[in-house]
């Protein structure tokens, strides 16, 4: 009976050593196999591709063309990639059109240089192929100092808007912020007419721009332009380029006059943008816009902007008050007030502190209850902080 049991179990042993075995065999043959895999024959890339470079019918190689330059997925093939770039010379247009749009998926590192250089001297040599190789140069990623030398240079000089858009999406996109590249833009926005090619520039700027002189006074003058996209843009440029500039408030007092809302609401996100400055005016036309505005979002983004602006006077501090109290008041206008009630409240302190007291007591809603707690923290941090004479506070009761 032990010699029947060592017999099964020495048995078992081996077929789990045979099957270990073979699966090591297995997995080593699936690497091999892997590193010496080559696309079938039959794959549709390398059809095209032979169709491409070997047939004589040339509408059969135009559909080849057309075919792998809508292809999607990342190309490494050596024959399709060294036919792709033969095939950018081609006498037919289209083929050449095509073959651009294709390379962009080439993903060959050993080909990157040679692809460059070839786009690269195609551009130069061929106009009608120009906006078809800056695409294929953002498809590829490509912001090598030649390219952008290149494009910039051509930027400089056209007067084609659909090119100077197409390089303006490639400058912002890829673009190595420089002094050059600011320079020339901003030179570039100053002989243009066409609102789209504007537009186009200020975003490259806004991208690109670290805050130059120049920069800070074209956003500041093209925010008060009458076409409200540019002067959104250029406010989205002031807000991104000159949070730390006072010269900001130059245009910001300008385009808060304005009776376009849009305008408005970008207004009043440069403001929440800047840091904390006393503006009176600036101040007092939002409170007047408030009190004739009855939309929340408006309202809230308002409010925001005057706990930023406003010059922690009584007046003020009454205004927001009046907000945070208002029963039928959204609670994202009431909690913008209370927020900024925390900013406003250093010299006039006890009012607030009831009205914020009174909040947290009250308020069913856990967001309203939070803003008015951080909003009394605050007050008190400032309060003490403080070095002027606080003044006698409101009455109690209004």
């Known amino acids: 009976m032990n010699g029947l049991r060592k017999l099964v179990i ?3 042993l081996v077929l789990l050593l045979i099957g270990m075995s073979t699966q090591a065999e297995a997995k080593k ?14 794959h549709p890339v390398l059809l095209w591709t032979r169709t491409l470079k070997s047939n004589s019918d040339n509408e059969a190689r135009r559909v080849a063309a057309f075919k792998l330059s809508a292809y999607t997925q990342p190309i490494f093939q050596e024959e399709v990639v060294s036919t792709l770039i033969g095939c950018l010379n081609d006498p037919d247009i289209k083929i050449r059109v095509w073959c651009t749009k294709a390379i962009g998926r080439a993903k060959s590192p050993a080909n990157a240089e040679k692809i460059r250089k070839t786009l690269i001297a195609l551009y130069e040599s061929e106009p009608a192929l120009r906006n078809s190789i800056v695409r294929t140069f953002m498809t ?5 100092s ?3 030398d290149t494009l910039l240079a051509t930027a400089t000089e056209t007067d084609d808007t659909d090119e100077l858009l197409v390089l303006c999406d490639y400058f912002e996109a890829l ?25 186009g520039i200020i975003k490259v700027l806004t991208e690109k721009a670290e805050g130059q002189d120049k920069v800070i006074a074209l956003f500041g003058e093209c925010a008060q332009d009458r076409d409200t996209p540019l002067a959104l843009t ?18 910001i007092s300008k385009t808060i006059e304005s009776s376009d809302e849009d305008v408005l609401l970008a207004t009043f996100d440069v403001i929440s943008a800047l840091p904390e400055t006393s503006n009176i005016q600036t101040a007092s036309r939002i409170i007047a816009l408030i009190e004739d505005n009855e939309d929340p979002a408006f309202l809230e983004r308002a409010v925001l902007a005057v ?10 501090v009454q205004s927001l008050i009046k907000i945070l109290e208002k029963p039928k008041q959204d609670d994202a206008v009431r909690i913008a007030a209370a927020l900024a009630l925390g900013k406003q ?18 308020s069913s809603s856990t967001s309203m209850k939070s803003a008015c707690q951080l909003s009394l923290k605050e007050l008190e941090a400032r309060h003490v902080a403080s070095s002027a004479k606080v003044p006698i506070p409101f009455p109690a009761g209004k």
């Open 10 to 12: 020495g048995f078992c």
């Open 29 to 42: 043959s699936k690497k091999g196999r892997a590193r010496r895999y080559y696309p079938p024959v039959t």
């Open 140 to 144: 590829r990623r490509e912001n090598h």
């Open 146 to 148: 030649n390219v952008q």
């Open 175 to 199: 673009g190595t912020p420089s002094t050059s590249l600011v320079s020339s833009f901003t030179s570039i926005y100053e002989k243009q007419t066409n609102v789209k090619a504007k537009r």
């Open 234 to 251: 250029c406010l989205s440029g002031l807000q991104a380029q000159a949070k730390m500039d006072t010269r900001a408030w130059t245009a």
């Open 307 to 316: 706990g930023s602006c406003g010059d922690q006077s009584e007046p003020i």
């Open 345 to 362: 409240s250093a010299s006039f302190p006890e009012r607030p502190r009831i009205s914020l007291n009174q909040c947290i007591k009250t």
